[in-house]
């Protein structure tokens, strides 16, 4: 099983036992458990690859020393050959023989144990990929748990025995009833500005007709019944907001 | 080792978020809580351990949700639109919660831990909104 499978059977498995931490320690001392294995098992893959190494060293040194073997003992058969001594010739060959074939034997070697060292490098490799993997599993798994702790005891803490969880749902709730709150303030401060401020004593001076706005309907009208005035410009609307207004953006003048 | 100690993630929640809104909560783990007070008093807590630092807030309890094929495929779908934090469910006491959370490498900056508890508060808060049709109404 993978530890990821593990891990998921782990929380499958306490999820069902109301009231218990999520992860035992018990299961985390197995996950710590296994990830102290495969560090062994990989101690002891790169002491193998360390061994391996040595082998081919050892095999490529006796390879070169063949080597020069062969060379010095195919001079010997030339030097037999150009005295014409046959026999001595013959004999040296039967050894130049046997050296060549060693030198065969040691090159094999070497290819079988390069093999080996290539394929334990890979091992090596994917096993510290997948180690460091699973620490950072176990790492979560970990934080995990104890986030759910601590959010359990904070939840025991608000409510005592009969805790409840405080959730974002409590939380929009809280916050649409606060805007409601503040709604209802403004709306009350507004209402209370309306009647005791000057909000409400100029429009009902404005009502009766005490307070010229000349800016209204009526005064508009009253400038474009009488065109002299729109003549002489902004002038004529006599209203101080209206002429600065004016003068803000009109860029002709 | 955690890169912080609980007393200077404290101190650099407290910064944030007021000295009045962080809480250490007693635990073996580097655990705190903070107190979201923009969003609605949401309460988040906060692990750090030797390589992360896990940030996670109670979205709604199971319980409350009418029809769980449903939410489970909404949330799913929120999840991959969601800014810096997932959803995810949990077992607190035994009880099923949707939880929002986020993860941040041990060697983040504080203001980076900041931001992602602000966040976090932000998308649950928006998660549950949009998630509200799906919920029991009370």
Known sequence: MSILAKILTLFRGTA??????????????????????????????????????????????????????????????????????????????????????????????????????????????????????LKQQIDTVKATEAVQRAQSAVSARHSGANSKIGTALDSLERIKLRQEEQGARFEAAQQLENESGDGDL??????????????????????????QAVIVDGAATGDPKLLAAESLFDKSK | MPLRTREQLHHALAEAFGAAQVATL???????????????????????????????????????????AAFNDACLRLNTVNPLSNLGLATIDGEDVYVVFGELSADSSDPQIVEEIRMLGVNAIDAIELLKPYLVTA
């Open chain 2, 26 to 68: 007693d635990d073996a783990e580097i655990a705190l809580q903070v107190v979201l007070a923009d969003a609605g008093d949401l309460e988040v807590t906060l692990v750090a351990s030797e390589h992360q630092i896990y940030c996670s807030t109670p979205l709604v309890t199971a319980a409350q949700v009418r029809d769980r």
């Open chain 1, 202 to 227: 100029k429009k009902r001076l404005s009502q009766a007709g005490l307070v010229e706005d000349r800016s209204n309907v009526d005064g508009i009208l009253e400038r474009f019944r009488n065109p």
């Open chain 1, 16 to 133: 069902n036992e109301a009231g218990q931490a999520v992860v035992d320690k018990n299961a985390i001392r197995i996950l710590d458990q296994e990830l102290r294995d495969s560090t062994t098992e990989l101690a002891k893959s790169k002491q193998e690859l360390t061994k391996v190494m040595a082998q081919r060293q050892l095999s490529a040194n006796r390879g070169s020393a063949l080597l020069d073997k062969r060379r010095e003992y195919e001079g010997y058969v030339q030097g037999a050959l150009a005295k014409g001594d046959e026999a001595l010739a013959r004999e040296v060959a039967t050894k130049l023989s046997d050296v060549e074939r060693d030198l065969q034997a040691e090159a094999d070697s070497v290819q079988r144990l390069d093999a080996s060292i290539g394929s334990l490098k890979t091992a090596i490799r994917d096993t510290e990929t997948q180690l460091s993997r």
